[in-house]
């Protein structure tokens, strides 16, 4: 099997996790400096989600749902290419190419034991969006021998729907029928790496904040069958919002113990940043307010191990205080005592080269994350995880 550096910087507007080797997504992939130390001319890398589920619960006085998300199962989630053209080393990924729907049910309770079902409310979501990223890198010898590269990613999100939501005693059903999308966005990121020692390696990435625009299309709704024209009358004209993905700060440090054992470990910081927030839904006028997202921090630890021609890859993410923002708006209740969601991730990969045969690197990994919000009724809504996903790599 042939090794390559395992770190790397998060950048978190591209969505990935930990400091490793580039295998489905976890590593050099989002540092736009991993081409050219990957080195690999001609390197093709496929990643497949397998499956995924999330089950929630709410803590607090608010305790009578549960629900829980899956996908529809295997899905072809990115393709990416690494090559080199003259002294630049360079990656295209592209991705989602086919995703399996998704399904939250939701069941309602009348006490928080949750033995009296009231309701259930099924969603059905199948992804309309892509993200193509586009990187190039080259190792700059006369300016001190280090590696540098760019990435631009160009991004589309979106979904159409279906929820279904009927009580247990058979007297209501309601289905309604919307869409979510986004206009499309960039993304940049600036990347480096240093060796500071024979076996020792630096890492450094930053991306730019990127506001993002999103619209709910049309919604209409049927009620025991009949259409409700005055719901799909008021909801024709869907809503629109914006956003804003904070820029970004990740420091990477990789130990090479031997060629095969290397350890890995990153901060990432997003910054504190502020955005105006225009809302328009259902024929409304537009309502603007300020919106402030304060900065956090996430921690990543890493170790990759080789033994002949099997690989295992670790990783453990912990972010604390992610995702609070306050506003000025008057009729927001406590807006600077949120406390943000708490995460955790804890996932394994396990990869074998076959040496029998020239058909590359297959591997599978196994993800468990917690996501607990404290800004949820009551008390804290905890999110627990469980994911697969197959990897594929192969060296023309």
Known sequence: ???????????????????????????????????????????????????????????????????TTADGGFSLGSVAWTDKFGDVWYGISYGPLLNAEGKT????????????????????????????NLAAAKDFALLGGFTGGVNLGINQDGSVWKKTYKTTDGVWKVVDNGSESSDLYLTLGLGAAKNIAANQKVLIGQTLASKTQSQGGATTRKENGKTDKDYNKANKEGSASNGLIPAQTAVGYVYTVSDSLEFGAQLA??????????????????????????????????????FDQFQVQGYLNMAKGTGIETTDSPDTTDQDELKGVD??????????????????????GIENSKEVDYDFGAGPKTDTNTSATLFYTYLF
């Open 1 to 67: 099997m042939k090794k390559v550096i395992i770190a790397m910087t998060v950048l978190a507007a591209f969505g990935l996790a930990t400091v490793l080797d580039g295998v489905g997504g976890l590593g050099l992939g989002e540092n736009p400096a991993y081409p050219a130390l990957w080195k690999n001319e001609k390197r093709l890398d496929v990643v497949a989600p397998l499956s995924s589920k999330t089950e929630s619960s709410d803590d607090g006085t608010w305790s009578i749902y549960k629900e």
């Open 269 to 306: 910081h997003d910054w504190q940043s502020a955005y105006k927030h225009d809302s328009k839904a259902y024929g409304q006028a537009v309502e603007s307010e300020e919106v402030t997202i304060k900065a956090n921090d996430t921690l990543s630890l890493a170790v990759d191990y080789i």
């Open 105 to 132: 049910t939701t069941k309602e309770y009348s006490n928080l034991a949750h033995t009296v079902l009231d309701a259930t409310e099924t969603k059905l979501s199948t992804p309309t969006g892509y993200a193509l």
């Open 343 to 364: 995460n955790t991730t804890l996932g394994v990969n396990l990869l074998w080269t076959p040496a029998f045969a020239n058909v590359g690197t297959i591997g599978v």
